[in-house]
Structures are given as C-alpha cells and as structure tokens.
C-alpha cells in the first residue's frame, strides 16, 4: 500500500509537487488488463457492470412476460420467476448502480475533477476492481449451479430465505452471500481510494467549496457507503452462519412443512435491521452521485451557475447524515415495537425536506438560462420528471400509517423503480453521452441519442407510472400470477399487458444505445477537448482522452469555483476553472 | 442498535467538525483567486497512507460496532446461555497487549533512527502476534471438547464470529507487517521505514482496543457496566 | 418548443390518468376510513407540487431555450426564495406527516372491547382460532404442532380447550365487533393481507404480532399474503366473511373446539388400533 515514499513529500502539499511518482506501466497486460490507472479502471467497472446489468435488463423482460401474459410463457414457472425478481434487484441495486456510479464514474472523473493524476492508491484501485470481477462472477454463476440461484427477493429475508420452501436454497443464497461479501471487500478497498484522493490529492486552490458537485455527490455517497455496507457484511457473515453451521441468529424454532427444524430462538427482525440499516442508505448511495452529476449536467448545458450552489452541498450533507436515522421505514409492517413508527415517519419526511431543496435548485438553474436541448440535456430533464414523481410517491411510503395498506403492493415496486432505477438511470445515460467525448475523444451520434431518450423517458414513465394504480387497486408484489381474486378487475390484467409491451419496446431502444456506443467509437464525430464549453478541471486536459498521469507536466491550479458560466463581461460564456483571474474583472459588482 | 447508532453519531460530530473548518458558508463564486488568499482550505497535507489507515478504522470500527448491536439484540432472547470465558483468554489479551507494546517501541525506535530496534519491535510484535493468534485458536478448542459447539447457543455462535472477525483483521495486519519488515530486510531507508512502523502501530493499538471491548461484551462486562450506568440515570 | 410541450404533457397527463383511472383502491370494509383520508391528503399535496415543478419547468424549457444571442442571467442563489421554498416545503410535509401520525396512534391503539383472534400463516395456508366461551386463548408453541395439533396448541392448557380452531376454511366474523387480531407463523414471514381491510401486518415465526380493526360491512374479502413467503406465495389464499350477527353465530356453533378436535382423533386412533388388533 505504501509504494510511494511519502515521507519525502509529507511536507508540501501534494499537489505541488511536479510529479507525484506515478506507476507506468510496462507491457500490454498492465497496461490495459491489470492496469493501476483509474481511467482504464473506470471503464472495465463499467463495462463490468453494463454486461451484468444486461442479464438483469433480460431477466426484467421476462419477468414482464410472465406478468403481462400469465400462463403463456410455460418455460417460466413460480420458482423461476421469484429467482428471476432476486437476481433483477440485487444485480440492478447493488452490481450495476452502485458500481457504476462509484467504480465507474467515480474512478474516472474523480481524480480528473479534483486536478490529480489518479487514485491515491492505484494498486488497491485495481485489486479493487479484480474483487469486483470475482463477486460478479460468483453472482453470475448461481444460474449454473444445482437449485439454480435464489429466489428469496432481494431483501434475503429469512428465514425464508435459507429454507427448502425457496428455489435456490442449497447453492444459490450460498454463492449470494458470499458474493456479496466479496464486493463489500472489493468496494471497500476501492471507497478507500475515492474518499482519501478528494481529502488529498486536490490540485492546488481547490477548496471543497470549488469542487463540482458531481465530486461532491460522489463523496459523500463513498463515505455513506464505506460505513453502511458493514450492515450488509454483518448480516450476510451471520446468515451464512445459520445456513452452514445451523446457527440460530435469525431462525427461530420453526416447524418446516411438518417437520421440527433444529433451530432456536434467533430473530428475523434482526436481520431486517442490518439489511435496511445498510438498505436504506444505499438508496441514498445511488441517488446522491446522480444528484451531483445531474446539477454539472444542467448547470453545463443551461450555461448558468447551479442555482444556490451552497444550498445544495449542505443538502447533500444532510441528506448523507439524516439517511442513516430513517431505516426502519422500511419495516413499519415487520411487526416491529409500534412506536417506532412515530420516530421513523418523522424523520423519513424530514429528509424531505432538503431533497425538495435540491429539485428546486435544479429547475431554477433553468430559469433565465440559456437552456442547449442536448441529449445531456434531455436525460436530466427526464431525471428530474421521474425523480419528483418517485420521490413524492416516497411520501406516501414514509408516512407510516400511508404504508400500511400500500406496503408489499405495486405501488412500491413503481415507487423504488421510478426513484431510485428510472431517475439514476437517466442520469447514467445522460452523463454517459456527455463524458463520452472525453472518454473516447468522440461524440456520440445524436439522432439516435435523441431518439434513445424520447424512447427511455416516455417508455419508462408509462410503465412505472400506471403500476402505482394498480398497487392502489391492492395487488401485491412479487405474485408471479395474481390469479382470482374478487377485487381484481380484468382491466388491471389489460394493464399488466400494456406495460409489458411498453417494457419490452424500452428495453429494444437500449440496444440502440449500445449500437451508438459501438459506432461512434469509430464513426463519431471527433469532439475536440472541451466540446460542451464546460468549466471544469476534467475538460481542460492537455489530451483527449487523458493520457496516463492526466495533467501533463504540471498539474492545473484552481483559481475559481466550478460554475462561472455567463459571467457579465467575460470574453465566453464559460471560464475554465483553471483560467487566472484579470485585474479587471466586471463580476465583482454583479453579484447579488 | 444503539452501539451503531452511538458510532454513527461520533462519526458524524467529527465529520461535522473538519467540515465546520473548511468555510463551507463561503460564497464561492466571489472568491476568485489563487488559494494563498484562503489558507487552511486545501487538500490534506497527512501522507495518504495515514488518512487511508483512518478511513479503514473508521470502516472496521462500523464492522466492530454493527456485532456489537447484534450481540446486544440478540442477547435479550430468552434462549442466550452465556458460556464461561476459557482462561487461556487472559494469557492471550496479556500476549497481544506486548504485541502492542513490541510495536510502540518499534515506533520509538524508529524516531529515534535506531534501525536495530525497529528490527527488534517488529519481530516481536509478530511473534506475540502469531501466539496471540494460536491462543485463540487454542481457546477455540478448549471450548469446543468442553462441548460449547458453534450452533448449540447463540453465545457460542457470536463468541466464535467475534473472535474470528478479530483474528482475520489481524492476520490481515500481520500481512502488512511483514511487508514492513521484509522492507526494512531490504535495507530501505528510515524515513520510508518511518511511516510504514507508525500505520502499523496504530493498527494494532486499534485492534487492542476492539479486543478489550469485545473481551468486556463477551465477559459480560459491558452488561454490568451498561447496568451501572442505568441505575445512575434513574 | 415540442419539448416543452411533451413535458407538459407528462403533466397534464398524469393528472388526467389519476382522474380518470379506472384503477383505485377497494371499497373499504373496516374503520380505517382515516388512512383513506390521509392518502387522499398526501394526494393533494403532492399532485400540486409535481404539477408545479413539472410545468414550471417545461415554461422554462419553452421561454429559455438556446437562441442566437441569448445570454443566461447570472444569479448565483437567491438565500430569500430558499429559504421561502423550505419553508412552503416544511408546512406541506407537516400537513402531510400529522394527519399520518394522528392516525397511527389510532392504529396502535387496541380498544380494550376488542376480541382477540388469531391467525396463523404457514407454508402456503392459513388457519385461524377463536376464543371459546371462556374469552380467552390457550397458549401456544411449534413444539406441539403435529398433524393432529396444526396450530400447536399446548394441549395442557385449559384455556386452549375451548378454543376454535379452523384449520382449512373460511374465518368468519361479526360485523360492527372490534377485533385484534393476532398473528402468528410457523415457519417464515408471512403477511394477512385482505386489501379492503387496509390493515396489515407481518407475522413472524417466534412471536406474536398484532392490528386491529371493526369490520363495518358485511361480505366475502379474499385474504392474500403479502410477504414473499417462497414458491406459492401467489397460491396462499383463503376468505374471509364478514357476516351479521346471528348468522355469525349460527356458523360459530358449528366450528370445532380444540378438545373435540384432538378427542375425535383420540377416540379414531383408538378405534383403527383395535380393530387392527
């Protein structure tokens, strides 16, 4: 861990010095295979990530099938399905979203926006990375296993979840577990790299109150997330226990299909705990780098500062702290003490407060700006469409004697899709057409990026949007076939089969974005270093893509926040944050 | 879960303070200018390393803390038998308490340049390490031909967890530490050596310190003491 | 322009859909009208501010997107209007959050009136007890579940004698009666869920959880469970029936107490025995 001599330069300010001794790589394979440089790391996070991603995407569809066409689809029976909506959630939630967010664009824009040349640990970075692989791969490899993987939902509950009444229950919720500790470890190691680097290695002059607030979404959630996936870790090493060794941590005496079970005295609730005291938070680790990254994206293509810049980094914070206080809102029909609910509704709705906050900014950012419709563009609009609808909808969920007829229904499921998949996923999309450029030096082709993301937003939307009706209606969650029940009218099943078909045309227009991505590596538009005219550090390379060490022979110095766009009096509508201040400059009075 | 809510609550007073220190109130965009104008606001000047290992302990402390609540949970169930603390444990908190104290005096000899003491420290830093590691092991097994098998009571279950998730933060440390010394075999030079001595030393007064609150949990300490506190209040 | 207009349109939309949807919640069967109120509250408030925001911004879109020329204003916060904006926010969440909190403490709030009934859930059925004449229910434990003991009543208890116990049938109830009922499970999470009763609760194997309510229509409500509970979750079914008074006891006389139940199996096994002999 210790590879550079430090002590030689504990001193000066890191970023003063001329060239922090970097690791050059030697050969093919560590250059691009075992590589120790973010930017390669950033992207086989995030084609890592993608292609599991697209098994999750598929499983999705046929889930869709069987719901949309109960009965039609005889190759997917109630095992399958309860299997096929586990691996959806975890592989989206936790392999896809927050890897993506935190490997992906964190490894690559982190270093770039706070003006290092990489990670302060590259090595870690990349065992980081290899861990990853590994947990992926164990996960990926319960669909080869006998029992195939498990179908206990994504929350694990037990004891269900380690019984003979769930699909999966020899191999897969074994590989599971032990998947998930593997990314915990791989995640740790890699968080340690993202949280040191922005406490450390920020370039010369720039303050926290400089950094972009993608920097800053991304940070916060690493923090978030370095102390809440030990939950997950706890919760996981102790399931393993109660399923290898017949521990009772959470089994109590039960009798199992007529027969007395060994087990003793343990809590389920317990789990629930620990699996929501992480849970919660991750919902925040997905959401905060996609806030950050949406208010760079609006801020960037409305060529105006982001409204209340100040606002939305204390929101950030606290929307960070006040997450790991609001868990059991998740539980409010567990059958957990009553009374909690009165302290776990308050403050889920509180924390409603700053979020408000933020959408308000993003929407005043809009106004009197000089708003380009670009593809960046369009995806945080659709963000922020999906993002107020989930998070109102939120506000039913949180407020604790809401829930009680909504929970386990629909009307959850449309409510954590739109929140927290649509609305991060728009962003993905959306910063991936604007990072793109600097990624690979070339556009992506914008009609079909505009034509991917009327097909997305819209599609997505008239799925998740009805599915909360029919969670009103009382249909609950996880049914492979809701079959008869009186209160079901037929037109919900008409319903049922309108989403599917809307699911399946969204999920056809991905693979128009994949065809782009493919294209344009080699067809697109070369687009120079900075074709957005943005302000930040990660735009103002001296080569595009970045070469290795980032910044050339010397590092840039900050001289400005992340934001002066439409500065009166300036030459451009945009000032690098790199650019020397003039003697004269008109900005000063202008200010209100 | 009140230990982990209790931690989360320190963490977030000494997030709250270095963040109080940053001028997070300051208008940015008025601030134009090289950073000389605003000092204290810059990156950190600790060597990596070091805010690394703290990060880490802040990570492992949350890991610590979340078994901690669990035991605190699930000890309240009417089935929890405490199981009687093998002896041979005191022999070992007494071997990794000299662990700790061989790695301060590495860390002593190392500021004073004594290149031979840092030598010293760590080979016996390991070695009592190492026994510390085997005593466990050996307690393990004193328990389990006395019949307190990992499945039969949940006290047993989480004393063998506990132990265990200790023991593999140490190995892990020891991994470190024989990097550290394999360096100084090498012949590398004080200042390099110097940090290396020091992120190791912290380790393991860290790993000392999670290893007497789990002692006083799994003794039954904590209880009386968490009783003592209650009948204060009230 | 046309973007404006479609994001006004998503709007307009999904207030036209929640108008007209055909698609709402059932018709209620119990007490808890109040959690009705407080959704249609929640609905309110937070259908003006989507609204708001989304129309808002689609007017943005419209009057500032790029033209030649066009400059963004500079204005960098605005602390007066943030602070309004949180403000505005912190009452509408308030008016949100104490309804909700009125009405919980309504929900976990037991009238002392209430007779006890007990469901129990297991891999993938139901079954229920009722208190005998004696008012009261014996204790349980999944140690006594057998074929004969089902529900696991301990057979030593006299108070567990009398009870009623329907192992695969229909529950019944009386109308305008205020009920607790108790859950129970014998293996994994389970969750009664009938959805014109709008209360539920999980049940949980290892103890005893909890809701009330008074059925306030008669009818047949399907019961579902709601808490993914392994392969037929979708299949765990039963009725429930709410009924009149007389008719509820007209049924009642004809459900088995617990005695009779493991007595005729006594009395069975006894008779194959010797006749085998």
Partial sequence: MVDVPYDRIADVPPAEVPEVELYHPKSWWTQYVFSQDAKVIAIQYSLTASAIGLVALVLSWLMRLQLGFPGTFSFIDANQYLQFITMHGMIMVIYLLTALFLGGFGNYLIPLMVGARDMVFPYVNMLSYWVYLLAVVVLASTFFVPGGPTGAGWTLYPPQAILSGTPGQDWGIVLMLASLILFIIG???????????????????????????????????????????????????????????????????????????????????????????????????????????????????????????????????????????????????????????????????????????????????????????????????????????????????????????????????????????????MVVLGA??????????????????????????????????????????????????????????????????????????????????????????????????????????????PETPPGHGNWGKELPVVYRWAYDYSVPGAAQDFIPQNQPPKATRAVQGAAP | MSAIVLFMAVIAVIVGWWLSQQRLTAKPWLEEGSIDDFPGTGAMTLPAAKIGLGVFLAVATSLFALFISAYSMRMNMVDWRTLPVPGLLWFNTGVLVLSSVALQWAYVAAHRNDMDGVIVGLCAGAASAVTFLVGQLLAWQQLRSAGYFVASNPANSFFYMITAAHGLHLMGGLVALGRTTAKVWRGAEMPQVRLSVELCTIYWHFLLLVWLVLLGLLTGWTDDFVDICRRLLT | MVVAIVLLLVAVGSVLFHIYSPWWWTPIATNWSYIDHTISITFWITGVVFFAVIAFMAYCVFRFHHKEGRQAHYNPENKKLEWWLSVGTGIGVAAMLAPGLFVWHQFVTVPADATEIEVMGQQWQWSFRLPGKDGRMGTTDVRFVSSDNPMGLNPDDKHGQDDVVIASDDLHLPVGKPVKVLLRSLDVLHDFYVPEFRAKMDMVPGMVTYFWMTPIRTGTFDVLCAELCGAAHAQMRAKVIVDEESEYHAWLEKQKTFAELSGRNAVMRATYESGGK
């Fill in chain 1, 187 to 425: 995640f740790t190691m890699g968080g340690l790299n993202y949280v040191v680097t922005v406490l450390q290695a920020r370039t010369r002059g720039m303050t926290l109150m400089r950094l972009p607030l993608t920097v800053w979404g991304i940070f916060t959630a690493t923090v978030m997330a370095l102390l809440a996936f030990p939950a997950l870790f706890v919760a996981s090493v102790m399931m393993l226990f109660d399923r290898l060794l017949g521990t009772s941590f959470f089994m109590p005496a039960l009798v199992e299909m007529g027969q007395q079970m060994k087990y003793g005295g343990g809590s389920p609730i317990l789990f629930q705990h620990l699996f929501w005291f992480f849970g919660h938070p991750e919902v925040y680790i997905v959401a905060l780098p996609a806030f950050g990254i949406v208010s760079d994206l609006i801020s960037t293509h409305a060529r105006k500062n982001i409204f209340g810049y100040r606002m939305m980094v204390w929101a950030i914070v606290g929307i960070g702290a006040l997450s790991f206080v609001v868990w059991a809102h998740h539980m409010y029909v567990s059958g957990m003490h009553p009374h909690f609910g009165f302290f776990f509704a308050t403050t889920t709705l509180i924390i409603a407060i700053p979020t408000a906050i933020k959408v308000y900014n993003w929407v005043l950012t809009l106004w009197r700006g000089d708003i380009h419709l670009t593809v960046p563009m369009l995806f945080a609009l659709g963000f922020i469409i999906t993002f107020v609808n989930g998070g109102l909808t939120g506000l039913f969920l949180g407020n604790v004697v809401v829930d009680v007829p909504l929970s386990d229904t629909m009307f959850v499921v449309a409510h954590f899709h739109m929140v927290m998949g649509v609305a991060p996923i």
């Fill in chain 1, 432 to 541: 991936i057409y604007h990072w793109y450029p600097k990624v690979t030096g070339r556009m992506l082709n914008d009609v079909l990026g505009k034509f991917h993301f009327w097909v997305t937003f819209l599609g997505a939307y008239l799925i998740f949007f009805p599915m909360h009706y029919l969670g009103l209606l009382g249909i609950p969650r996880r049914y492979h076939d809701i079959g008869e029940a009186a209160f079901i009218p037929s037109s919900a099943h008409t319903l049922n089969a309108f989403i599917t078909v809307v699911a399946l045309t969204v999920g056809v227009a991905q693979m128009v974005f994949l065809f782009n991505l493919v294209w344009s590596l080699f067809k697109g538009r070369p687009s120079g270093g900075n074709p957005w005219r943005a302000t930040t550090l990660e735009w103002q390379t």
